[in-house]
């Protein structure tokens, strides 16, 4: 015959094994820090590191420390229980059931041991599932707690069982745990286990060896800061270049580049003999110039005439303007080269662009 679901203890066998275990494991992650000291700057706050830990590898762990360990109780201790409980039914409108002493009881309780000396195991989380509920049916539940008065008085093991069944039956108090949140439970069990094993050897080598732990444990620590400051040192690098790795036009349309700007690159070209270049960046700072001053919009999908349409209203810019495109236009796209003192001249009629009224 199948057994009840109140006899069902498999679960929280387990649970209370593992919690014993991770208990043994805190000691031993512990145990450590203590020799460390004070030489990281984590390790100031080592009482953070170890509630970190806790929180991560056993989620239930502060559940777990609220609850009474897992005991055995006699028949009558079990009937002290359902006068409890029973006295709590009784009471309109009923208290706050977290308060009541006997839940903790009841959740901890894993077995009984009979008249006979025979003990049974038993899950009273039906029961106290049905305690907690937000509306408690109390007449479902004395009728399981009448039952159950019953059962652990009766001379042996399958008398108890027999006069259990029929209530056990009733939906209210079958308890399966769902396939999801069993399986749920497996997995992060394995992932907590797989983390222990892997831990494990290392927190033992530190109890061993102390000091030389202490030396890994600051040699991981300077490695980390290396490598993160090493990663902030190449997104740097990186913004910081990345203005010359864009054509001048992409730079100008993403904000990177302004007249000045561009006037200083053209000095550095025609310091370093690209006379090309240089002109190039001085025809773009005078456009800069001019957006700047709000005479035109630098778009360089405007070809240069295009740009001279746009400021034909003013006879005066319009002239200064064409000065400054017709040099570019012979050296940009006739390659014709300018000395030194034409150079100056064309740079002195690209910044006065700067100083144009309208």
Not at 266 to 295: C, I, W
Not at 332 to 338: D, I, V
Request: proline share 5%.
């Amino acid at each position: 015959m199948r057994e009840p679901a109140l006899f069902r203890t498999t679960y929280l066998r387990l649970t209370y094994q593992q919690r014993a275990n991770s208990a043994d494991f805190l000691k031993r992650i512990i145990a450590i820090f203590p020799h460390v000291g004070y030489s990281l700057p984590l390790i100031r706050y080592r009482w953070a590191v170890w509630l970190i830990l806790c929180g991560l590898l056993f989620g239930n762990f502060k559940q777990a420390q609220a609850q009474t360990p897992p005991i055995q109780r006699t028949a009558n201790e079990i009937l002290l229980l359902i006068a409890q409980t029973q006295t709590w039914l009784a009471q309109s409108p009923l208290p706050d059931v977290q308060a009541q002493p006997f839940l903790a009881d009841w959740r901890a309780t894993r077995s009984v041991r009979l008249p006979d000396g025979t003990a049974l195991v038993v899950d009273f989380t039906p029961l106290v599932s049905a305690l907690t509920a937000v509306t408690p049916d109390s007449q479902a539940i004395q009728a399981y707690l009448e039952k159950l008065s019953q059962a652990v008085q009766q001379p042996s093991k399958a008398d108890a069982l027999n006069q259990l069944q029929e209530i056990l039956q009733k939906p209210e108090f079958t308890y399966y745990p769902s396939t999801d949140s069993q399986n749920g439970r497996e997995f992060w069990e394995r992932v907590a286990g797989f983390i222990s094993m892997i831990l494990h050897p290392f927190f033992e080598f530190g109890v061993r060896n102390p000091l030389l732990m202490r030396g890994l444990l600051i040699g991981l620590g300077i490695g980390v800061v290396v490598g993160v400051l090493s990663y902030v040192g190449y997104l740097l690098a990186k913004n910081s270049t990345t203005s010359t790795t864009l054509s001048p036009e992409e730079a100008i349309e993403r904000g990177l580049l302004s007249g000045v700007q561009a006037s200083q690159q053209a000095q550095t070209f025609m310091e370093a003999g690209d006379m090309r270049q240089a002109v190039r960046y001085l025809y773009l700072s005078a456009l800069l110039f001019l957006q700047e001053r709000d005479f035109l919009r630098f778009d360089r999908s405007l070809t240069n005439r295009e740009y001279l349409n746009l400021v034909r209203h003013s006879p005066e810019l319009f002239q200064r303007l064409s000065a400054v495109v017709s040099v570019f236009d012979r050296v940009w796209y006739g390659y014709e080269t300018l000395s030194n003192e034409d150079f100056a001249q064309y740079r002195q009629l690209a910044l006065a662009l700067r100083e144009q009224n309208a």
